[in-house]
């Protein structure tokens, strides 16, 4: 009896011991899941468009409590314009390093050995997405779907002339957006995070307003059109007040798309495990009311590159104020760590992990330098001072406007800011490689469309751009056989495309010729249809524009062409003239066919 209940008790035991021992490798075997990323970027929202920031001419509750529950910094730094900032987030390094010098014609792409923030989540299991404005290269391998995003909606351009159910590209391929494009992009990121939502998700959504064309919904613009507008504040003579209005109703209109996504969040239990920034890529496009800064858009001062910088994680960061300077190519390395993965890739980083400050660690956090460049302008700042472009100290503690330079500054704190200045210059501004020539390439063998925009091309003889500004243009004035517009492209795969082109044209043009020549090769067709276009949606641009007009461009297939591999000029012409004017052109499309 006595050995029965031994063995008994022994079995309890063992079983008891190898219960303990389970549960603690299961503990040490269980790895928590990988939060999901959601970085919002807006475009042209200045540090004061926000409510949380102290403009009580704005109503942005969804961001203010955004930031109110999640992590504010009160110092975080982009560049003073678009393209830039968005090389800095992709690749954490100095936007110098990726060759980032216009805003447009190629200056704007990456270089092809740059590694992105989507690269490197690809590689650790995520599922990638960028919806909106991209920015850093339209043709492939520069085009987003070939720098680590699965998904791609939205433009490559720099800004675009049309907001309302505009031509837009889905993975490289053209299709037309449905309503206001803010609304349009959210809901095409909803649906991605829907669709991913049990499997760690990566979303970059790229808004691109308030940049102008300021054109706003009525439902939007109603609120704001007889609404006061602070005319006291520091560059009040220079603030166009109806401008002030529409960036202010886009910047509502934002406000309400995030909220959607944090309600979705919520609806789908995802917001304990899903970080989302919202940020700006520079300052404001006009001189509305800004905290006081000096600058806007374009300028390295404070106003010009200081930018809201949110961080949201429930249950994972509190709430708190940051005040330490950080900045853009800090978001690539903070990532990276928050998220527990690890960067597969050599390329040294420029950016360091706020993860210590994000976290409330009682880490020391090190002085540190930031950079600001564009146009040779460089300006330095530290946590106290600026040395601005002109070489003038500001104490940004006491002066924060930068109001009044030091008079006589300390010869220590201005010995170390312009040494530190001069070493960027010479050792990352010197990477800079303004004389690149831009070739823009045809037919790379992940993608199947290549379009090359108006943009991207040379007009030649009586042929106009529809804008001074490259963006989201289309050639006009096209009256001779003589006239053409050329582009300078690589062709990288040899063999046959279909090219379509999207055109505009009065009734008198039906009839005409166009031609399309690379080489010896050469299609043409005849225009068989009028497309006697109106400027679009026209009727939503609060104030008067700077960029060009849209039209409803239509498709116009040319037929196959035989494209050899090299650098060859494509050459579009007109063989035949029916009218006084030949066609509008916006786009030229080339799909790769075998």
């Known amino acids: 009896m006595k050995s029965s209940q031994n063995l008994v008790y022994i079995n309890l035991i063992l079983l008891g011991i190898g219960m303990l021992f389970s549960q603690s490798c299961t503990s040490e075997t269980q790895e928590s899941p990988k939060p999901n ?3 919002i970027v807006t475009d042209d929202q200045g540090w004061g468009d926000l409510g ?20 504010q910094f009160t110092r975080f730094y982009v560049n003073p314009v678009c393209s830039p900032t968005r090389a800095e987030i992709l690749t954490g390094r100095y936007h110098p390093r990726s060759n980032i010098y216009s805003t447009s014609e190629g200056g704007e792409r990456m270089d092809l050995d740059e590694k992105t923030i989507a690269d490197i989540f690809q590689a650790n299991g995520y599922s990638t997405a960028a919806f909106g404005k991209w920015h850093n290269g339209s043709q492939s391998p520069y085009h987003p779907n070939d720098r680590g995003f699965e998904e791609f909606y939205g433009f490559t351009s720099g800004h675009w002339g049309n907001y309302f159910s505009p031509m837009l590209e889905r993975n490289g391929e053209v299709t037309t957006g449905n309503g206001f494009i803010i609304d349009d992009l959210t809901d095409h990121a909803m649906e991605f995070i829907e669709k991913s939502s049990d499997q760690p998700f990566f979303v970059y959504l790229a808004y691109n307003t308030p940049h102008s064309p300021m054109q706003v919904p009525d439902v939007w613009w109603d609120k704001y059109k007889n609404a006061p507008i602070d005319t006291t504040h520091r560059y009040a003579d220079k603030d166009i007040l109806d401008k002030t209005r529409a960036a202010y109703a886009l910047c509502e209109n934002i406000d309400w798309n995030v909220g959607k996504i944090m309600s979705q969040l919520e609806r789908l239990e995802l917001q304990e495990n899903t970080l989302v920034i919202y940020m700006s890529d520079n300052g404001p496009n006009g001189w509305r009311w800004n905290d006081g800064l000096k600058g806007v858009k374009g300028s390295t001062d404070e106003g010009g590159v200081r930018s809201p910088f949110i961080v949201f994680w429930k249950d994972h960061l509190k709430p708190q104020l940051i005040a330490q300077v950080a900045s853009a190519i800090d978001i690539l390395p903070s990532l990276v760590d928050l998220a527990g993965i690890t960067n597969p890739f050599d390329k040294p980083l420029d950016g360091v992990s706020l993860k210590p400050l994000l976290m409330g660690s009682d880490e020391e956090w090190k002085d540190r330098y930031v950079y600001s460049h564009w146009n040779g302008n460089v300006s330095i700042r530290n946590q106290q001072y600026i040395l601005d472009k002109d070489g003038q100290l500001y104490d940004l503690s006491t002066d924060p406007g930068q109001l009044n330079p030091i008079a006589e500054p300390s010869q220590n704190v201005m010995s170390e800011l312009v040494s530190a200045k001069d070493a960027w210059i010479n050792s990352v501004l010197s990477e800079l490689n303004r004389d690149r020539e831009e070739i823009f390439p045809v037919g790379y063998k992940e993608s199947k469309f290549t379009l090359l925009p108006a943009r991207d091309g040379l007009p030649h003889g009586n042929i106009k751009r529809s804008s001074i500004h490259p963006n989201s243009s289309f050639f006009t004035n096209w009256k001779a056989k003589s006239d053409s517009v050329t582009w300078d492209t690589e062709i990288l795969t040899s063999g046959n495309y279909k090219a379509t082109i999207y055109y505009a044209c009065a009734e008198s043009a039906v009839g005409s010729s ?29 104030v008067a524009r700077d960029e060009s007009f849209e039209k409803d461009f239509k498709p116009l297939e040319l037929g196959l062409i035989q494209l050899e591999k090299g650098r060859h000029p494509l050459v579009l012409k007109a063989s035949e003239i029916a009218g006084p004017e030949f066609i509008e052109v916006r786009l030229l499309v080339l799909e790769r066919v075998d």
């Open 37 to 39: 990323i959601i970085l």
């Open 52 to 71: 949380v920031n102290g403009n009580p001419y704005i109503n942005t509750p969804n961001i203010d409590q955004l930031a109110n529950q999640g992590v």
């Open 514 to 542: 166009i031609l399309l020549r690379h080489q010896g090769n050469e299609v043409s067709t005849v225009v068989t249809e009028a497309n006697e276009s109106d400027f679009v949606a026209v009727e939503y641009d609060r």
